[in-house]
């Protein structure tokens, strides 16, 4: 009897698999004991991600590091010195003796109630205006002329501006000095000749305006080559077709420059004039060695006057004070003109 129940069990009770799953069906074509192995799921294949600390991460930081080191060791350091030169009344006497006389803010209250320093600070920026205007005008036009003449021409003018460009400083004046003498100058003489008699001996660093248009004069000279060159390299930039269309409109050359290069060139415009702002208004050689700031410190700018009263007049500690606070200044006109340029390309943007 039992051995009947088993039986009858066996052939009604289903056959259960590994974990109670029924079994599969085995295929005919497949050997008896081998079950099916289900298809291997392909999933994709990402690039592990690196983590903030790994090598590729700070390869950029560690190439960095050695300018960034040596920018602290040669400005930063310097300038934490001459931060704490401005607060103390260093004169000769402070120095031959080794003492540290703090005078707190008195150095920059003296100089901010100084008519001096607002007559120097005025003279500055007008002169940097006029310059930088100069500069950008003269420049953006020998740019556009570049772009005009012939292979040949265009090498001999371009020769000509890298090596005025490349003549030091102080070369470059001296032989201004040359040019512009009262008695033995190529310009006076030039002059005498074309009929200006009265310029024989004309003294150009007698006055004020004459002292000032020869240094205006050299500073043209050496900035304009920088100016001229980068337009030009950048007119090479802009398509051909786009001047072709303004020709085929019947736009004149201001209409072509207005329209296509201004616009195409705009980012370069307001770089360049970024940097010819800073490089003016920081101008030291060409105006000393004119005529050391004379005559009766006219023509003293901002750098000059710091280096007469700290070096000049040995009042080191106003020196200080007044290079800190040019720097004040420096930085007020360049956000300024900073401000000016992002609000304009704001407002472009919102037009279109």
Not at 257 to 282: G, Q, S, Y
């Amino acid at each position: 009897m039992a051995a009947q129940l088993d039986d009858a069990v066996d052939k009604t009770a289903p056959r259960t698999g590994k974990g109670g799953a029924p079994p599969a069906r085995r295929s005919p074509h497949r050997p008896a004991g081998r079950t099916p192995h289900p298809p291997a799921r392909r999933t994709p294949r990402f690039p592990a991600r690196r983590s903030p600390r790994s090598p590729a991460r700070r390869a950029p930081y560690l190439l960095l590091l050695p300018a960034l080191l040596a920018t602290a060791v040669l400005l930063g350091w310097p300038m934490v010195r001459n931060i704490l030169l401005s607060f103390q009344n260093l004169n000769m006497k402070e120095l031959i003796q080794h003492l540290t006389d703090w005078r707190g803010t008195g150095n920059y209250q003296e100089i901010l109630g100084s008519e001096q320093f607002w007559r120097v600070t005025l003279r500055t920026i007008v002169f940097t205006a006029v310059n930088v205007v100069l500069i950008m005008v003269l420049g953006v036009l020998i740019g556009l002329l570049l772009a005009r003449l012939g292979k040949k021409m265009r090498l001999t003018l371009s020769l000509a501006l890298v090596l005025a460009w490349a003549m030091p400083v102080i070369a470059a004046t001296t032989v201004f000095q040359w040019l512009f003498d009262s008695r033995y100058g190529v310009v006076n003489w030039l002059l005498d000749r074309l009929g200006w008699h009265a310029m024989a001996h004309y003294d150009w660093v007698g006055t004020q305006l004459s002292t000032f248009f020869v240094i205006t004069v050299l500073i043209v000279w050496q900035s304009l080559p920088f100016v001229a060159l980068n337009l030009y390299a950048a007119t090479t930039t802009i398509p051909k077709e786009l001047y072709e269309a303004a020709r085929m409109d019947g736009a004149g050359t201001w209409k072509v420059f207005t329209c296509v290069t201004f616009p195409f060139l705009k980012p370069f415009f307001l770089a360049t004039t970024f940097l010819e702002i800073i490089w003016v208004f920081k101008a030291f050689p060409q105006i000393f060695a004119i005529n050391e700031g004379g005559p009766d410190r006219l023509t003293e700018t901002l750098p000059i006057y710091a280096f007469t009263e700290g070096v000049g007049n040995l009042h080191f500690g106003m020196g200080a004070a007044i290079s800190l606070l040019t720097i004040v200044v420096l930085l007020a006109m360049t956000a300024y003109y900073l401000r000016l340029t992002i609000r304009q390309e704001q407002q472009e943007e919102n037009e279109l």
